[in-house]
């Protein structure tokens, strides 16, 4: 198996995240229609949430391939950081918000599950990200993790 390299990986993150949050978009959108309609087109919301689980997957296979990482220079970890304390603050917040408004449509408790273990791997990764980081800066942003 060849390694990859950070540079790389930090664009695939870049690109599941922003993927993700476009994701959410739609599921919100579905969420207005269906309720719009009483209920009766749901079909949209199903779908997407299908789409969004599989986006979960595929950001929870990028954050493992992080942990495979070797030798980040100073830059790779500061994006990494910046990429990881985005998700775990503020996509996960939005997620969890969509899922929260949809159970009422949709049962979303193993999404909410999966959801809670995704951050769950994010925070400990970031928080190994910090631990390993020189830089001051990042390590303020450990306030984050609690």
Avoid at 2 to 18: C, Q, S
Avoid at 46 to 58: D, I, P, W, Y
Wanted: proline content about 1%; hydrophobic content about 45%.
């Amino acid at each position: 198996m060849i390694p990859v390299k950070a540079d790389t990986l930090v664009d695939r993150i870049v690109h599941v995240l922003h993927d993700h949050l476009n994701l959410l978009e739609e599921v919100r959108r579905g969420i207005a229609l269906s309720r719009a309609t009483r209920g009766i087109v749901i079909n949209e919301v199903v779908e997407n949430l299908h789409r969004l689980r599989l986006s979960r997957g595929r950001l929870l296979e990028e954050l493992k391939a992080i942990t495979k990482l070797e030798d980040l220079s100073e830059s790779e970890s500061e994006d990494l950081i910046a990429l990881l304390g985005y998700y775990v603050e503020v996509a996960y917040a939005n997620e969890l918000s969509i899922l929260l408004d949809i159970r009422d449509l949709v049962n979303v408790n193993s999404d909410l599950g999966d959801l809670e273990d995704l951050r769950r791997e994010a925070k400990a990764i970031l928080s190994s990200l910090f631990n390993k980081s020189t830089y001051k800066g990042q390590k303020r942003l450990l306030g984050l993790l609690d």
